[in-house]
């Protein structure tokens, strides 16, 4: 009796540390895969510069948003310090005796105070937010090309991925034969989407590693659970929280 039952807990913990997915691949499946890569390699980046903004550029973001709320008050100081000047400047011209420098300094004194009256709100470089954004999209197309690139070529096949412990082996399979594609370490974070899992060395990193392709997220999220690695499940939502996130550490 006590072997039967250390058969069957020998049994279930190799279950437990080894899975299968198999992925049928076709061009149609392909161009899934490609579009969230897109989504997740975006999403990636975005987290690095939330990151940035909320850290080490930090100090200047607050400024800004200081200057946003408080730019009446702020315009209206500088009107009074304006007007201040203007009667000192008069005061010098018509009671003291002439001085170039000193008048110099005033004009150029006067003609800040002026440019800060005028300006109606702090200035907003929406521009640059939309080039990082065209930055991220087109460096995103590279790398999703880059990674799908052999796969491309070798459709139809079936990928055939097996899991065991920390380690996954992906084969290829076609009709002339099977293929080993890789087998290695996985990383410590994923990133879960639709159609595809991307792996990162870690949760900061930005260099993707591994990619793995299923239909549908559930069977890989129990695999990640199953390997304790961290990973996130992509969703539009998310994304979206996210640039909110960014706006807000920016604006």
Not at 36 to 46: A, D, R, S, V
Not at 159 to 175: E, I, P, T
């Amino acid at each position: 009796m006590d072997n039967q039952e250390k058969l069957t807990t020998h049994s279930l913990e190799s279950e437990s540390m080894n899975r299968e997915l198999i992925t049928k691949c076709d061009e149609p499946f392909l161009k899934q895969v490609e579009q969230n890569l897109l989504e997740m390699i975006i999403f990636q980046n975005l987290r690095l510069r939330v990151r940035l903004f909320q850290g080490i550029f930090s100090p200047i973001f607050k400024l800004r948003k200081f200057l946003n709320k408080h730019w009446s008050k702020i315009r209206k100081t500088f009107l009074a310090l304006c007007i201040l000047g203007t009667l000192l400047l008069l005061y010098m011209v018509i009671f003291e005796p002439f001085n170039v420098v000193l008048l110099v300094l005033l004009v150029i004194y006067l003609i800040v105070t002026l440019i800060f009256w005028l300006l109606k709100k702090p200035y907003k470089n929406k521009n640059s937010q939309k080039f990082s954004n065209y930055i991220d999209k087109k460096s995103a197309q590279t790398s999703a090309k880059k990674i799908l690139k052999v796969a491309k070529k070798e459709l139809p096949f079936d990928a055939h991925y097996h899991f065991s412990d920390s380690l996954v082996n992906y084969h290829r399979l076609k009709d002339e034969g099977r293929t080993l594609v890789f087998s290695k370490e996985l990383e410590k974070f994923a990133i879960v989407h639709n159609h595809a899992t991307l792996f990162y060395k870690t949760s900061k990193g930005i260099v993707e590693r591994t990619l793995i392709m299923h239909d549908g997220p559930q069977q890989m999220i129990a695999i990640l659970r199953e390997m304790n690695v961290e990973f996130i499940v992509y969703t539009s939502s998310v994304h979206t929280d996210l640039l909110e996130e960014l706006a807000d550490s920016i604006y």
